[in-house]
């Protein structure tokens, strides 16, 4: 079976860090680019960030850039977020989701986690 | 930056019923419109990919259509487990971006 799993937040002042990081497992990490989607409680979805499988490649949205720094370790199936200068919007839900297709680009993300709560707060 | 648009906000729909969810774009852009479901509680669910194209798993009764700026979801058949919120979703190739709509939530009338 398919398995994403995030872990890794928590409570953190403004103007922290925090280092969020997602498993894979059930299918070839490294043959699939991986994406970071963030959601503020009860409100909908922001894409955060995407690398490709290879690490080659990485995308960030206008909000994170900066701040946020995406990494994957092939060889333990991690993918990772590294978030600094925390702010209180950055409050969310974040999950971790893949590729729907093996090699595909990056276009739609067919697995997700269930999300690690992160929480910006003095 | 590309901003998605979904209508209705809300859609109160009865079982047995056709429901159409909308999505347009504030500008065209080539391909690449995915549709994912989100129940309380629960992450997100790809429903459709490349506009049309169902995700493993997902029922014959959706799909996708659309093209340029207008793009549409439709549930032909609504099953009690359908009602959720819907998103659409897309990716713009340079700078390379993606962005969500702000949701339809199709609920039980």
């Known amino acids: 079976e398919v398995q994403l799993l995030e872990s890794g937040g928590g409570l953190v002042q403004p103007g922290g860090s925090l280092r969020l990081s997602c498993v894979g497992a059930?299918?070839?990490?490294?043959?699939?680019?991986m994406t970071w989607v963030r959601q503020a409680p009860g409100k909908g979805l922001e894409w955060v960030s995407a690398m490709s499988g290879s690490g080659g490649s990485t995308y960030y949205a206008d909000s994170v850039k900066g701040r946020f720094t995406i990494s994957r370790d092939n060889s333990n199936n991690t993918l990772f977020l590294h978030m600094n200068t925390l702010r209180a919007e950055d409050t969310a839900l974040y999950y971790c989701a893949k590729d729907v297709g093996e090699k595909s680009g990056l276009t739609a993300f067919d697995v997700w986690g269930q999300g690690t709560m992160v929480t910006v707060s003095s | 930056e590309i901003v998605l648009t979904q209508s209705p906000g809300t859609l109160s729909l009865s079982p047995g019923e056709r429901a159409t969810l909308s999505c347009r774009a504030s500008?065209?852009?080539?391909?690449?419109l995915a549709w994912y479901q989100q129940k309380p509680g629960q992450a997100p669910r790809l429903v459709i990919h490349d506009t049309s194209n169902r995700a493993t798993g997902i029922p014959a009764r959706f799909s996708g259509s659309g093209s340029g700026t207008d793009f549409t979801l439709t549930i032909s058949g609504l099953e009690p487990e359908d009602f959720a919120v819907y998103y659409c979703q897309q990716r713009t190739n340079w700078p390379r971006m993606y962005t969500f709509g702000q949701g339809t939530r199709l609920e039980i009338k």
């Open positions: 059930g299918f070839t990490f490294s043959n699939y680019g």
């Open positions: 500008q065209s852009f080539a391909g690449y």
